[in-house]
């Protein structure tokens, strides 16, 4: 009785409990280690960005934390639990992922597309919730009047939202997103920030997300995890990561910090 | 193309594939024909029609699961060498077993062109340049080392004419009671129907099918099952029919897209068609002779796809 007590509550977490975890995790490829030992914690209803050179691991490690890769050693939580005792059609409802999808060459229209976004719900039919889900997550992207269009027919942009609107018709508390602003011009990196600010908080949704654009994860994320050379090199409260002394760590570059509108800008053009 | 057009497409052809032929069988004299006659429709002329549906179907349905499966819209059984395993299967049969039953032959045959698939699964796994027209040369490369193999044992054991037999296609030689094999695709079809969304998320590639929670393994071995075996009962009962497995579902796909939900029962129907007409064709053009069908199926399709490719310049690359 006390034991299932304290699953449940294990499972119910709060905002701000720390719900993805990964503890001294390592991966190699071919011998060579692309991440070392890294430990680090997302907190439920919170974006947390992952910066870093190139090369850092932070595609690696984002991958290990939803499933696409195995680790080496280390453990992978989720809520609590291991990542390989979910099931993974159970997983395909708590966490979706998005990696870069350039090379995707099956036409399919617009709608075809984010409708199976609900394919872990309904495998065969959608159902009348089903279809109000790809309908929400189709205006929610601004893709309405496109919808009809197959995917090569649209310029990279589109199709990237399109695939993030596919991965919000999916529903899932977890949203991990590999480089999301890839492709996408100003107009379009706001606004899809900004609606990922908007699902953490309106809806309690855990977002991750690669960014190359530190100024994108200064603005909008509530935490950071700075890789560099498979290692963590930063952790913390987004406010606590962008200042020169540690982003110089990180970037090997001397980054000025100027403050516009309440919002840290990094400056580190010239 | 739309299903109401495609079906009555279908009963006007196969009602004038039941009446045209050497010997004089007329619809309009179906009233009083002598038993010889009735004989010739039940015999060859009605099992004539179901072999050709049935491997119309099959055989696009096939080739449609495999370019989902492969991500590439240049993957066939022709293409991806499976048909060449068959061959060689069937060689095998036929020296190893003397004497063979056709469903034995069914089974070797079949062995062959799954272990042939499967290699050549493993290969695409291995290859980081996964470029659209390096896939399915690999797959013809492959293929024509099997076929190298397999001419060599048929010369050794001079089965070179009766393998050529088996090379070229031909629904002339059917008859009641050596083409009920095919039946097999039958099944095989409905399970594609049934798994038709499973197999449009694997052709959305690993990465998104593991995020929408899909056994990915588990689907890639059922597609590559369903291909083996229709393509082995293709080539065991009427032989090869080169690029029916390409052409069919490619021109679909410019139409319908590939969403399975939408494209498959088109693909079904409109291989049945096709290959119908290319029969129908083939049986007139020469008339009393018949042109292989083999030989109607490339020069018709390629002609279409051609067309179609060059109209919608984006496709495919």
Not at chain 2, 87 to 100: E, M, N, Q, T
Not at chain 2, 124 to 140: A, H, M, S
Not at chain 2, 206 to 211: A, H, K, L, V
Request: hydrophobic share 50%; glycine share 8%; net charge positive.
């Amino acid at each position: 009785m006390a034991l299932n007590m304290l699953e449940r509550q294990k499972s119910e977490l709060e905002t701000g409990d720390i719900a993805l975890e990964v503890k001294n995790v390592s991966k190699s490829f071919d011998g060579k280690k692309v991440v070392k030992d890294v430990s680090v914690g997302v907190r439920k209803g919170s974006i947390t960005s992952f910066i870093g050179p190139n090369g850092a691991g932070k595609s690696t490690l984002i991958s290990m934390m939803s499933r696409l890769m195995g680790h080496d050693s280390g453990e992978v939580l989720i809520e609590g639990k291991p990542i390989k005792s979910y099931k993974s059609d159970e997983l395909a409802k708590k966490v979706s992922i998005l990696k870069q999808a350039n090379n995707i060459n099956i036409r399919l229209t617009v709608r075809e597309l984010v409708s199976f976004g609900r394919f872990p719900h309904s495998r065969n039919r959608l159902s009348k919730a089903d279809w109000g889900f790809v309908e929400n997550a189709i205006d929610y992207m601004e893709l309405r009047d496109m919808q009809d269009k197959y995917l090569d027919q649209l310029s990279g942009g589109q199709k990237q939202r399109a695939f993030i609107a596919m991965v919000l018709a999916q529903d899932t508390d977890y949203i991990i997103l590999d480089e999301p602003l890839n492709n996408l011009d100003m107009k379009h990196s706001v606004s899809i920030m900004k609606t990922l600010r908007k699902l953490c908080d309106d809806l309690g949704k855990t977002i991750l997300i690669v960014v190359h654009d530190i100024n994108f994860a200064s603005c909008y994320s509530d935490d950071i995890i700075a890789m560099k050379d498979g290692e963590l090199a930063a952790q913390g409260h987004c406010h606590e990561i962008i200042n020169p002394t540690t982003l110089k760590k990180i970037y090997d570059m001397d980054i000025g910090i100027e403050e516009v509108n309440c919002n840290k800008i990094c400056v580190y053009f010239t | 193309m739309k299903i109401k057009y495609l079906v009555p497409a279908l009963i006007l052809l196969s009602i004038i594939s039941l009446f045209v032929g050497v010997q004089d069988l007329s619809i309009w004299n179906i009233h009083n024909f002598t038993e010889e006659q009735w004989e010739t429709l039940l015999i060859s002329r009605l099992p004539r029609l179901l072999a050709i549906i049935i491997v119309g179907v099959s055989l696009s349905v096939a080739g449609l699961i495999m370019q989902q499966l492969t991500q590439n819209k240049f993957v066939s059984p022709t293409t991806a060498g499976t048909l060449d395993w068959a061959r060689l299967g069937i060689l095998v049969a036929i020296i190893v077993f003397a004497g063979a039953s056709t469903m034995e032959r069914l089974f070797v045959a079949f062995l062959f062109a799954l272990g042939g698939t499967f290699l050549f699964m493993r290969i695409l796994e291995r290859i980081r340049y996964k470029n659209v027209i390096f896939v399915p040369l690999v797959g013809l490369m492959l293929g024509s080392v099997v076929n190298a193999v397999t001419t060599f044992f048929a010369y050794q054991y001079d089965l070179i004419q009766s393998l050529n037999s088996w090379m070229q296609g031909s629904f002339s030689l059917v008859l009641r009671g050596n083409f009920e094999i095919l039946y097999i695709g039958i099944p095989l079809v409905i399970i594609a129907f049934i798994f038709a969304n499973r197999f449009t998320v694997a052709g959305m590639g690993r990465d998104f099918s593991q995020s929408l929670g899909l056994n990915y393994k588990q689907i890639m071995n059922i597609g590559l099952l369903i291909v083996a075996v229709i393509t082995a009962a293709v080539v065991v009962t009427i032989g090869s029919i080169p690029f029916l497995g390409l052409i069919i579902p490619n021109i679909v796909s410019i139409m319908r897209g590939d969403n399975l939900r939408n494209s498959l029962p088109h693909t079904a129907l409109f291989g049945a068609i096709f290959l119908l007409i290319c029969d129908i064709l083939g049986r007139v053009l020469i008339y009393p002779y018949e042109i292989p069908i083999g030989l109607m199926v490339g020069v018709i399709g390629s002609a279409l796809f051609l067309f179609l490719l060059l109209r919608r310049k984006s496709y495919a690359t």
